[in-house]
């Protein structure tokens, strides 16, 4: 199959999942996987459909290997964000083909990429090619709003069909451009979602006599100071060095390339920010519940990230340092997330043999993504390596500022290019070994 028939092919699929509406909630993801049930169906490949609910389907299609080689899983979510059509400039669910792009809701967050995976799947089936192990196909539900409904249920429900030892899915494939080189990022990991909250304690009275009570709000008011002042802990990433080779920064001081990039290259700056340790952002505060009560107890949560193999322990001693002299209690209120594959697999090494095709001298730079993707259940329940990367030749600054925005949509070369990539890494990774 000729080139210009992978692109054509990518881009209308993509402009077909685009018309079926999958905003979440309420998802309806259950259309969007049957359309790609059918489409793969045509093409040889069985697939199932499984969900919590009616409306909430997950897709699992299959090329079974032929051996007991590595299994290879290409992952992706057909729920999408909301639109609001005032905003766009056209239809947003329309799928609208114009100047070189696929426009719609999801274009970008990552039907593009579902209908890469989805067409690289179906050609390798029509050629009649089996890997030495199973290729899977996932496009699941809920990953927008995670309320159960996708793989974190998925993975409890249906191991046996969703298990796989290695990963592709979105967070990664951004194009950096710095010092004359260029890098595509890897997505290897995610940080912990580690929110914490202190709570300081007075005694509550009539606002109408203030001096009579001891005001826990007034108390707070140094905490909130000193948690937006703290420096939190710092870690050694060793993939941050990878990286930062990778961009033409070997050995510079990685918060110093941060400070100088915010403004010259805020891509670059963004990227490693969370790699360099902890952060902590004070976020919501609750005291009083009435105007005329002075309240005997105040709460500050704060949203905190730390990085794969740091501990809570850790944040929760630098915490209470920092809070020195203040009588506080602190409490752990979530922790989520934290899971990294390490940059030195086969399936690194098949992304990194493709990085000359997305462009000739470019380079991998593994990072750590700072929110988190459904990679996370995987590495969790199966230990399987994943990896983020979608390469995109797109600048990054106006990919970014469409995710989840008005007129989002992707570029058909780009889209091509994904296709080219996952029949890439379908094929090395299928070779027996
Ligand atoms: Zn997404």
Not at 123 to 138: F, H, P, V
Not at 147 to 163: K, Q
Not at 233 to 238: R, S, T
Not at 274 to 287: D, E, V
Request: aromatic content about 6%; hydrophobic content about 45%.
């Amino acid at each position: 199959m000729i080139a210009a028939d992978v692109r054509t092919e990518t881009s209308r699929l993509l402009a077909e999942l685009i018309r079926i509406d999958t905003t979440n909630p309420p998802g309806n993801e259950t259309a969007a996987a049957e359309h790609l049930a059918a489409y793969l169906a045509a093409a040889g490949v069985e697939s199932q459909i499984v969900g919590r609910e009616p409306g909430r389907g997950c897709l699992v299609a299959r090329i079974p290997g032929t051996g007991d080689g590595p299994s290879l899983m290409l992952l992706g979510h057909t729920d999408t964000v909301g639109a609001d059509p005032e905003e766009w400039s056209v239809a947003p669910h329309s799928g609208l083909e114009r100047d070189g792009f696929v426009w719609g809701r999801g274009a970008l967050d990552m039907k593009g990429q579902v209908a890469a995976e989805t067409v690289a799947v179906a050609m390798l089936a029509r050629e009649g090619w089996r890997g030495a192990g199973d290729l899977i196909l996932c496009a699941v539900a809920d990953e927008e709003v995670g309320n159960g409904w996708g793989l974190s249920w998925l993975v409890e429900a249906h191991p046996d069909l969703v298990r796989a030892d290695y990963v592709v899915n979105e967070g990664g494939g951004e194009r950096l451009e710095h010092r004359g080189r260029v890098a595509y990022t890897v997505g290897i990991g995610e940080k912990r979602c580690s929110a914490f909250a202190i709570t300081v304690r007075g005694k509550s009275g009539h606002a109408s006599t203030p001096s009579a009570a001891d005001n826990a709000l007034v108390k707070l008011a140094p905490v909130i100071d000193r948690m937006q002042r703290m420096r939190p802990p710092v870690a050694e990433l060793p993939a941050l060095h990878t990286f930062l080779a990778a961009v033409g920064e070997d050995g510079a001081d990685p918060a110093e390339v941060v400070a100088r990039c915010r403004a010259e290259n805020p891509i670059l700056a963004a990227a490693v920010e969370p790699m360099l340790g902890a952060t902590i952002a004070p976020t919501i505060s609750q005291a009083s519940t009435a105007v005329n009560i002075i309240p005997g107890r105040a709460r500050l949560v704060c949203d905190c990230r730390i990085l794969p193999g740091m501990t809570t322990a850790e944040i929760e001693q630098a915490v209470r340092a920092e809070l020195a002299g203040i009588e506080h209690e602190f409490e752990l209120v979530e922790n989520v997330g934290g899971t990294l594959s390490p940059p030195d697999t086969p399936l690194y090494r098949v992304l990194e043999e493709f990085a000359p095709e997305i462009e000739p001298g470019a380079s991998l730079a593994p990072f750590v993504n700072a929110g988190f993707t459904d990679s996370h259940f995987m590495r969790e329940a199966f230990g399987s390596v994943a990896y983020g990367f979608m390469p995109m030749r797109m600048d990054p600054l106006l990919a970014g500022s469409l995710v989840h925005s008005a007129d989002e949509r992707a570029s058909m070369d780009d889209l091509e290019l994904a296709t080219r990539f996952f029949l890439h890494v379908a094929r090395a990774m299928g070779e027996p070994a």
